[in-house]
């Protein structure tokens, strides 16, 4: 799947069009707007080869109002939008909680720390997101597949819950998902 991901959006170097924007020389919010119309918002939580996403190469330049506005842009389209659509509302509010400490901090090691603590925040999110999106499709498959001859002893939605068989599969499932974050 990295390499699929890869063919399309990115380079050798595992470098999207947002890593080469935001790593240029000349950086434009209008020119992140339209790479956040025609690309895939949730590429902006990419790392390149060198273990960066796109919004570390920010860090590296003087922190001016264009850069700020260059980083709200992206990790408000990158982790608010996207926690928005998930319907968690409190991920969402801790998420422009850290993005307004990020934006206001001046000194540049602070900034890397509290971009890090961001990045490591979508990644568990995106984690517990898909384990319960797994979590509810095995309780559907279960319901579904018992339909037609339902078991006295699983004659309510909380039995179908229990005997999907989540407990067992969503472990194996987190420790594939830990080794692909860890890529």
């Known amino acids: ?31 992140l707007g339209v790479l956040l119309e025609n690309c895939p918002s949730h590429i902006l939580g990419w790392k390149d080869r060198f273990g ?31 926690l928005q659509v998930w319907g968690h509302e409190a991920w969402r509010e801790e998420s422009l909680r850290r993005l307004d400490e990020l934006l206001n901090e001046q000194n540049q090691s602070q900034r890397e720390r509290l971009l890090g603590n961001i990045g490591a925040a979508m990644e568990r999110y995106e984690r517990f997101e898909a384990t319960s999106l797994l979590e509810l499709w095995l309780w559907k498959m279960m319901m579904k597949s018992t339909l037609h001859h339902v ?33």
């Open 1 to 31: 799947e990295n390499a699929r991901k890869h063919h399309c959006f990115a380079d050798a170097f595992g470098m999207t069009p947002f890593h080469v924007l935001l790593s240029s020389a000349t950086r434009r919010v209008d020119l």
């Open 52 to 82: 960066k996403r796109a919004t570390d190469y920010l860090l590296g330049f003087c922190w001016t109002e264009d850069t700020r506005s260059l980083m709200k842009l992206a990790l408000t389209v990158w982790t608010t939008d996207r």
């Open 151 to 183: 078991d006295s002893e699983v004659s309510d939605r909380s039995g179908y819950r229990i005997q999907c068989g989540a407990s067992f599969i969503i472990p194996v499932v987190l420790i594939w998902l830990n080794k692909v974050a860890q890529e």
